[in-house]
């Protein structure tokens, strides 16, 4: 059952990063290129590149190829998708000023680059210890504080507006479900590794989001 499971998770995997890296290249390829989809463009990128580094490693350690060294790059890559997840939120808090014709959010952009540098000097930290099979549990947790507040603020951006753009107007739900199916991951999967599945259907979120941009 195990077994299945660890199949399972790595073909969604694969399946994942590919839906991401084809919706990239079609919201590269549309005719008329707004600067909204530049940036869901560039967003799509970051996203599946830094996915690439921490869910590659893992699909090498599910099919137990190389795997001492998968475990390695399994802690890099975290790593890297911690910041390139900051950065995605980033660039998703842009695209909905522009989108909803926010001019003067200076303060609050300012607060949302604060928390998004807080999130990434955290995770470069070397008290997290990525490379070690058990990193340290309080670490997790510290580094994901501002990662959440950042969710908070792009749920509240996109659902105020929800009615103002009619093909995002379930983005919120989308990165508040997101959240919703990452968090018992940060919390719990120390204790019942089990809970780390939860992270497909957060995966499935995001390509419900890029998706969206996709279909404007």
């Not at 290129?33 to 990128?45: D, E, H, Q, R």
Request: aromatic share 14%; with cysteine.
């Amino acid at each position: 059952m195990k077994r299945t499971f660890g199949v399972f998770e790595a073909v969604f995997d694969i399946v994942y990063l590919l839906c991401v890296l084809v919706m990239s290249i079609l919201l590269f390829s549309l005719k008329e290129l707004t600067p909204v989809l530049i940036l869901a463009g560039i967003m799509s990128l970051v996203l599946v590149l830094g996915d690439s580094f921490h869910l590659i490693p893992r699909i090498m350690t599910i099919f137990k190829r190389n795997s001492v060294n998968s475990e390695q790059l399994l802690g890099i890559g975290k790593l890297v998708s911690s910041i390139t997840m900051t950065v995605f939120y980033i660039l998703l808090w842009h695209i909905g000023l522009i989108i909803f014709e926010f001019d003067n959010c200076i303060l609050w952009t300012i607060i949302f680059y604060l928390l998004g540098a807080s999130r990434i000097v955290l995770s470069l930290l070397p008290y997290n210890k990525w490379k070690e099979k058990e990193p340290p549990y309080m670490w997790g947790i510290y580094r994901n504080i501002p990662f959440v507040i950042m969710g908070i603020m792009i749920v509240i951006l996109f659902f105020i507006n929800r009615l103002a753009f009619e093909p995002l107007h379930n983005a919120w739900l989308a990165v508040l479900l997101s959240f919703i199916f990452y968090l018992p991951v940060v919390l719990f999967s120390n204790k019942n590794k089990k809970v780390g599945m939860l992270m497909l259907p957060k995966s499935a979120m995001y390509i419900w989001l890029i998706l969206m941009f996709v279909l404007i």
